[in-house]
């Protein structure tokens, strides 16, 4: 195969951001991707003209490159949707963010002061070390509020105890979010003070976020791009400090790509393990300890018009084992073809090989009917038909010591010169996918003589959904 400029490896917002952005400036990238489908996490799956949001995802950000690129690449194919995502919990549903007297009509007086006196204790005698999620959020909601509202949610999402989950995480997704801000918010509106968690409104496609990344393709083919779809990485073959060759199956048949320069957005594991020669044992060793979170989205139709006003729900109930539940008329009323008719999405997460993630597609829509049931949402008879999404290696986990994994790999992928990682898996970083954009187009700025580093601006974002 002739030589390439650039080889992308992922079809997801980072890598074809960064493809657009070459294909602008007259470099011609392949993009290599896995799936027959573009988008990866932010894809849009489509089920008898249904439309299921993988992940869920409000457009809004304060990047104004992002923006800027959104509008260019879409145009007039967003609507303003108002955000209203709620926490389902104990049969009651709480408002986030927070309303003042939803709350107290929801807990009671007596249960509202209980976590007032623990929000107390906590400012008054802090952890003095916050190592962890659970010392993170008790020091700033209390230990009455974090055992209501965030420790079962989070074990679920994460399937680990939160006392194994680095303060880390909270401190990048929840930026600026504490009990007192989260009452101003609900006693004097919010500002540009407060946390970006605290939206109340966005943008989205009227076809939902796929259509984005489609119209990336598109436009980045027409300018001289190239897609490889069901194309799997199985060699990255080097020599001294570069990559010169990546080598792909496609089916039976196998191809080898030289290039001038690597973009990868797969997670980093893969990346480690597909080195040709292989990396150190030390490397390996660390990336054989990165761990990776995975969910199950089981799309139900329901006969019924209209179910609950939310985007989504956020189940905090113990007794089920759902985590979220997504109502996608509600993103946009394009997503679903039949007006008298509801598709909801029915969020499992689970690990690779573990057992939601094994149980047959029958089964599994079962179960998402049970639960939808039994959480009083839909009757029996109003359940119409389902189907099943999995989405492997969906969130970096920051466990115990993967800080100390990643700065291995770091600094190792760092001698690989004509190398960039960008993205939620090259980065191993819990990124939206507007971070996830601009770490794809500072690579091709890079490629152009720019230096940033993407490693150090990863660290430096927070959550701006």
């Known amino acids: 195969m002739e030589h390439c400029p650039v080889v992308i490896i992922g079809a997801g917002p980072a890598g074809l951001t960064a493809g657009y952005q070459l294909a602008k400036r007259n470099i011609r990238p392949i993009v290599v991707e896995k799936s027959n ?20 995802h409000r457009f809004f950000t304060h990047l104004g490159q992002v923006e800027k690129l959104w509008r260019e690449v879409l145009g007039g194919e967003f609507i303003k949707v108002a955000r209203l995502s709620r926490i389902y919990y104990q049969g009651r549903y709480f408002n986030y963010p927070l309303n ?23 400012k008054g005698w802090p952890s003095p070390e916050e190592k962890t999620f659970e010392d993170w959020v008790i020091n700033r909601f209390g230990q ?21 989950i680095q303060a880390d995480w909270a401190a990048q997704r929840i930026k600026g979010l504490s009990l007192r801000s989260v009452v101003s918010n609900a006693l004097f509106g919010n500002n540009h003070n407060h946390a970006k968690t605290l939206i109340h409104e966005f943008h989205y496609p009227v076809l939902g976020p796929g259509t984005m990344w489609q119209q990336f393709q598109k436009l980045m083919e027409e300018q001289g791009g190239v897609t490889h779809f069901n194309s799997e990485v199985v060699r990255f073959k080097r020599s001294g400090h570069r990559i010169n060759e990546v080598s792909l199956r496609q089916g039976k048949r196998t191809i ?3 290039g001038e320069n690597v973009i990868s957005s ?7 393990f597909r080195l040709d020669p292989p990396a150190p044992d030390e490397v390996l060793d660390a990336a054989r300890h990165l761990a990776y979170r995975s969910f199950v989205l089981v799309g139900l139709i329901i006969n019924r018009r209209d179910l609950f006003p939310d985007q989504w729900i956020y189940v905090h109930n113990p007794d089920v084992r759902v985590g979220r539940i997504q109502n996608f008329r509600n993103w946009s009323s394009r997503m679903v073809p039949d007006l008298e008719k509801t598709s909801l999405g029915m969020e499992y997460f689970c ?8 149980t047959p597609d029958r089964e599994l829509v079962e179960l ?13 008879v109003e359940v119409d038909e389902g189907v099943v999404f999995r989405q492997p290696k969906a969130y970096p986990v920051y466990d115990n010591d993967y800080h100390l994994h990643l700065q291995v790999i770091r600094n190792f992928l760092s001698t690989i010169e004509n190398l960039q990682t960008i993205g939620r898996n090259g980065l191993h970083r819990y990124n939206n996918q507007d971070h996830s954009m601009l770490t794809g187009m500072l690579a091709a700025e890079n490629i152009l003589g720019a230096k940033h580093d993407l490693w150090e601006l990863s660290k430096s974002q927070e959550y701006l959904e």
């Open 256 to 258: 080898e790509i030289p």
């Open 100 to 122: 003042v007297s939803n709350t107290l009509a929801n807990l009671g007086i007596a249960e509202s002061l209980l976590i007032l006196l623990s929000y107390f204790r906590a």
């Open 351 to 358: 690990t690779e090989g573990d057992e939601i993630w094994r």
């Open 144 to 164: 009455r509020l974090y055992r209501k509202f965030f420790k079962t949610y989070t074990e679920k999402v994460w399937g680990i105890p939160c006392h194994t």
């Open 37 to 56: 489908h573009v988008g990866g996490l932010a894809r849009t799956e489509n089920y008898k003209g249904y439309r299921f949001d993988i992940g869920g």
């Open 368 to 380: 998402a009917r049970k639960e939808l049931i039994h959480l009083g949402v839909v009757k029996a």
């Open 266 to 272: 797969i997670p980093l594991s893969e990346l480690v």
